[in-house]
């Protein structure tokens, strides 16, 4: 009995068959989305043999997020979540049927492929805090850390499944079937989330344009607790995140062979799998706050470690340390921000979430590039890290609350708190 207390919680899965539903679903497009962010990579350099152009594509997908987050967040915060998340579905089906076409066609220029993908992604950037409230709606507080744990593995085992599918595949069948079974997945997803009930906001609805985002950020500002969960995310991230450095270090420590280079983003997936298959007591200790911090700061001193490291596969086992860190830490600042924010915030709240999730390596990518180039890629990694553990310890210091922390099935009162109390 106790060892099964230590595997992955799936009580959502029996106890809720709208939640299981929308799981497989979104398990299948996540799949998909997996498969399209490889084809296009392929597709672009294919067509322009440019770097400057496949660092494009990641500005089509981050852009929109940016830009449109917040205000889809303060919709989502107005209207019923359940229909607008199956209009941003179908929009992201839409734009991978176009992407298919254009991909059996030939005749589109890498601009009008970058538009879709940007397309593609301002519908995501709609969907996604639609998506934010379906855990705490649909299942009873003490299983909302289980259920974020269930996204988190299958979208992890998506990372890893997807670009090793579609690498097969482009060279099979080609981009436009790549596209088209992406196109389909969506069709997976929408019947998920199509025999939901309707999710209007709980509360006071969002103000409209402008007015309801300040009111979001107001309330991101004013809870410390929430605003010390993104603030940890982005010490994580922007201080410490190694991706840009990987061709480097594979370059150093296994000879510039292009066929390790994917065992790098390989091993934080495997790490991030094994973990959450094991979060089982951690989602049902009921202490988030301190879950996130614990693990956040083990994610910075494993990037230490990494970039100490001389051999190349002590360099992965601790990659896929930091991986595990990595997802633990997600799953509990998730369960934080799902739970301690009011359910009419939660749209705008989510859709911070989202920005930092995806602005955060980015920015991270940039810091560990420069730096590297001037000084070394190891300068780069161990600072890092160290200066990640750093941050959190900071955020530990000055947040009691994300310390101390409640049980998820103790949201009620800290989501409806005012905003200036931890």
Known sequence: MSASRSLLDTRPLRTSPVFRRLLIGRTVSTLGGFMTMVTVMYQVWDMTRST????????????????????????????????????????????????????????????????????QSAFGALGAPAAGVFV????????????????????????????????????????????????????????????????????VPSRAGVQGVLDGLRFLAGHRVVRGALITDLAATVLSFPVSLFPLVNAERFGDDPRTLGLFPSALAVGGIAATALSGRLTRLGRPGAVMLCTSAAWGAALVLFGLSSSPWTGLALLALAGAADATSVVSRSTIVQTRTPDSLLGRVTAAEQIVGQAGPSLGNVRAGLLAGWTSGTTALVTGGAMCVLAVAAVAATTPGLREGAAAGDAAGPAAEAPGEA
């Open 52 to 119: 400057a152009w496949t660092g494009a594509v990641g500005l089509a997908q981050a852009l929109p997020l940016v830009v449109f987050g917040l205000f889809a967040g303060a919709w989502v915060d107005r209207a019923d979540r359940r229909r607008i998340y199956l209009t941003a579905t179908v929009g992201q089906a839409a734009c991978s049927l176009l992407l298919a076409v254009q991909g059996f066609t030939g005749h589109v220029p890498v601009g009008g492929v970058l538009a879709l993908v940007a397309l």
């Open 136 to 203: 705490p709606r649909l299942l009873p507080p003490d299983q909302v850390a289980a259920g974020l744990a269930l996204n988190q593995v299958t979208g992890q085992a998506m990372m890893l499944l997807g670009p090793a599918l579609a690498g097969a595949l482009l060279g099979w069948l080609g981009i436009g079937v790549c596209y088209l079974l992406d196109a389909l997945s969506f069709g997976l997803a929408f019947y998920g989330a199509f025999g939901l009930p309707a999710l209007p906001p709980e509360g």
